[in-house]
């Protein structure tokens, strides 16, 4: 069973950087996509962009570019997601999610973060 | 706003069945299959449908997907009241070279 444990709950300032990670068990790592997703309270979901950890070649949402960076650390299993220059509308509760491959879809995701931004 | 477009709300009496229509472009759904997560409250989604049409382990059979051309249907058959979730639709969009998703349909069992 594959399992992905996230990081706690953030405060941060505008302006201020986050830094989310996201352990996975298992060797699922390797050879699956780790995707990051978010969402604002009361809206719906937003992919913020994703990363193959065996080449560590990652994509962003356009919305986001520039300001998001998403990293894999094969040797302890962690993904971690930073969003620089924070703004109000950065408050969201951040997931990370594994692609399965075979399915072309999120089979298992992290129990969520809060990241909050306020001054 | 969303790329792919979805209803907000929806609702249904307990063994009644509710369809949810999701729609795209051809740039994604049209170009991609679809997957559907539904998200209980204060939960992470969880993946109910993908390649359109197919439940993951352990995923009643009362939910089934379809698709035809650009747009997406999840259908509910037997609804009961632990079916009360939020049910998000996703492709992946070739123009934006990303996963998009829907706004979500928030489902209430009357």
């Known amino acids: 069973q594959v399992q992905l444990v996230q990081s706690g709950a953030e405060v941060k300032k505008p302006g201020s950087s986050v830094k989310v990670s996201c352990k996975a068990s298992?060797?699922?790592?390797?050879?699956?996509?780790i995707n990051w997703v978010r969402q604002a309270p009361g809206q719906g979901l937003e992919w913020i962009g994703g990363?193959?950890?065996?080449?560590?070649?990652?994509n962003y949402a356009q919305t986001l570019q520039g300001r998001v960076t998403i990293t894999a650390d094969e040797s302890t299993s962690t993904s971690y997601m930073e969003l620089t220059s924070l703004r109000s509308d950065d408050t969201a509760v951040y997931y990370c999610?594994?692609?399965?491959?075979?399915?072309?879809?999120?089979?298992?995701w992290g129990q969520g973060t809060m990241v909050t931004v306020y001054s | 706003q969303s790329v792919l477009a979805q209803p907000p709300s929806a609702s249904g009496t307990p063994g009644q069945r509710v369809a949810i229509s999701c729609s795209g472009s051809?740039?994604?759904?049209?170009?991609?299959?679809v997957k559907w997560y539904q998200q209980l409250p204060g939960a992470a989604p969880k993946l109910l449908i993908y390649?359109?049409?197919q439940r993951p382990s352990g995923v009643p059979d009362r939910f089934s997907g379809s698709k035809s051309a650009t747009s997406a249907s999840l259908a509910i058959s037997g609804l009961r009241s632990e079916d009360e979730a939020a049910y998000y639709c996703?492709?992946?969009?070739?123009?934006?070279?990303?996963?998009?998703f829907g706004g979500g349909t928030k489902l209430t069992v009357l």
């Open positions: 999610a594994r692609e399965a491959v075979a399915l072309r879809a999120f089979d298992f």
């Open positions: 298992g060797d699922t790592f390797r050879n699956s996509p």
């Open positions: 990363v193959l950890p065996t080449f560590s070649t990652a």
């Open positions: 051809s740039s994604s759904i049209g170009s991609s299959t």
């Open positions: 390649n359109n049409d």
């Open positions: 996703a492709a992946w969009d070739e123009s934006l070279n990303g996963w998009v």
